[in-house]
């Protein structure tokens, strides 16, 4: 495997990691796995060897990988650097956290709605990957892109689509702010993916077209008949579709003409929900007070805990209290983040009732607590 120094040396500057000199270290080496050169056959050599030190959720490794080249000076190959591909199952070559690590941080954000806060004191108490806010956010965003990456990936659609006839397909552009440059995604509903989605400057035909042909190379690709096309029908995409699959059936979303008569009651909604968030506020606040209480044992509103007294009740329950606390959070937060919902059952009243459901729990919780039973058992 090939790697560009330019992008190493780049990634190197924006991404300092000061390893605490005391850090133990599993050393692991790794050769490149082929032994001959692709272009001449002859033996390839070891010129370099590169020392990578990533956090893995059982410890820190320090990889050592022995670069090879051919040595062959008149060879076309010769200035190429090779590395062991090995290192890639591990973690990317310019990365501080290996996948597993980064795996764990995508889970905790977007599927448990953690905050950062949350994920970094997490990540220093359990594992001792000690890690800037910054740092995690840019691990984050590489999750994001690596999950893109393998929702495209042609072998995972394949399997996805294996025993689909026939797919139907819907574009949509999404203008994320009003001036800002309109997402089209074009998703597919039979599976509800997401197949592709591009920013776009205009609508104009010839740049939406651009999407359709690539919606024609993925279903060709994958061998199905597009049994059929929805949109919202504004000019660009009724010329398009009908240009780049003129047998295929073209529908009006049900859910844009729902949207479009239901539009009085969505505007108050949405005014609802802008309220709802106004009111509902200061989580950051009160995570950050439970996240300063854990690693600060002397910071009220909860006393001392040191470590050899932690396996005493009183400290179980107070740390059990703070994870109930935490769990709180996540979820209001999660509440408040989540958009979905249409017309016939607008996003705005999801919001108020499962506000409304977290607000019954907490008073389910101090009646218990008035009654003198454990907080930690009357989570609900
Ligand atoms: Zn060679």
Redesign the pocket.
């Known amino acids: 495997m090939l790697v560009a120094h330019h992008i190493l040396d780049k990634e190197g500057t924006l991404m300092p990691y000061r390893w605490p000199v005391d850090t133990e270290f599993t050393r692991i080496e790794l050769a490149v796995e082929e032994q001959w ?6 033996a ?1 050599t070891i010129c370099d060897h590169r020392h990578h030190r990533v956090f893995t959720l059982t410890g820190p490794l320090h990889l050592v990988c022995k670069l090879a080249h ?3 000076r ?5 200035p190429q650097t090779l590395s062991p591909a090995a290192e890639t199952a591990i973690a990317m070559p310019w990365w501080v956290l290996g996948w597993d690590v980064v795996c764990w941080l995508g889970q905790r954000r977007f599927a448990r709605h953690w905050s950062v806060g949350q994920i970094r004191a997490e990540l220093a108490d359990m594992y001792q990957i000690r890690l800037s806010a910054d740092a995690i956010e840019t691990y984050i965003h590489r999750y994001q892109q690596m999950l893109a990456a393998r929702r495209q990936a042609p072998g995972q659609l394949a399997a996805a689509y294996a025993d689909v006839e026939a797919v139907r397909l819907a574009i949509d552009g999404l203008q994320p702010e009003k001036g800002h440059e309109t997402l089209y995604v074009v998703r597919e509903l039979e599976r509800k993916r997401v197949w592709f989605a591009e920013p776009l400057l205009s609508s104009a035909t010839t740049e939406v077209q651009q999407l359709l042909v690539q919606a024609r190379v993925w279903a060709e690709r994958l061998g199905k008949r597009v049994r059929l096309w929805m949109s919202d029908k504004q000019d660009a995409f009724v010329r398009g579709i009908a240009a780049e699959f003129p047998e295929v059936p073209h529908r009006y979303c049900a859910n844009h003409c729902l949207r479009d008569v239901a539009k009085p009651v969505l505007e108050a909604d949405s005014h609802a929900k802008v309220k709802m968030r106004r009111t509902v506020r200061g989580l950051r606040a009160i995570e950050r007070e439970v996240l300063a209480a854990q690693h600060d044992p002397d910071a009220p509103p909860f006393p001392a805990v040191q470590a050899e007294e932690s396996r005493c009740p009183q400290a179980q329950a107070e740390a059990g209290a703070r994870d109930v606390v935490l769990d709180y959070c996540a979820a209001v937060r999660g509440i408040l983040n989540d958009d979905q919902g249409g017309p016939l059952h607008p996003p705005g009243l999801r919001m108020a009732e499962a506000l409304g459901e977290v607000q019954a729990s907490l008073h389910r919780n101090l009646a218990a607590k008035k009654g003198g039973l454990l907080t930690t058992d009357s989570r609900s």
């Open positions: 050169c692709r272009t001449c056959g002859g390839l051919c040595p062959t008149a060879c076309p190959a010769h």
